[in-house]
């Protein structure tokens, strides 16, 4: 089962920063994130979620591809897979693209969207959904962030969460968790 964590930064393009630490720990296999979501307010407070992962992107390269082959196949029967090719290609990207942007991986986008509205202005915050770590090693690096970050919200255990708090140097109260 995941973990979702959700850490608040005083300054915009922090949880940007930490978002880069975490996907280097990630190449070296000490955390396994399965989603990621920057979220910057900016000074007319205004929230900007920043995806990981961009479904939309995704979903336009597999219909491009599927298009493209499934259109050449029908082209051949009717003596004309270049047309085919093409039409398929258009088709499936476009549709590949509708169902990208239609769809949601990961951490819900109306939780991030709600949880959002609550960070003043000219801040950030880190929405990271984690399949497994090596809690040493990663707490341990976080500690170059602490006094940066605070936790607003987590499904951790009371004891992963305090081990956080202290590598983090957070003092504001419990985070909320999540329901």
Sequence with gaps: MSDLIVLGFDHIDDAAKVLTECRALQKEYLLD??????????ANGKAHLHQSI??????????????GLWGALVGLLCLNPLAGFVIGSAVGAGAGALA???SDYGIDDGFITKLSDTI???TSALFVLVRKSQPDKVLADLQQFKGHARILQTSLSPEAEARLKV????????AQPVA
């Design 33 to 42: 994130m399965e989603d990621a979501v920057v979220v910057t307010r900016d």
């Design 54 to 67: 961009n479904l939309e992107k995704a979903g336009a390269s597999w219909g491009l591809f599927s298009g």
């Design 100 to 102: 990208g942007k239609m």
């Design 120 to 122: 003043p202005p000219n």
């Design 167 to 174: 590598a983090l140097g957070d003092t504001s109260t419990p």
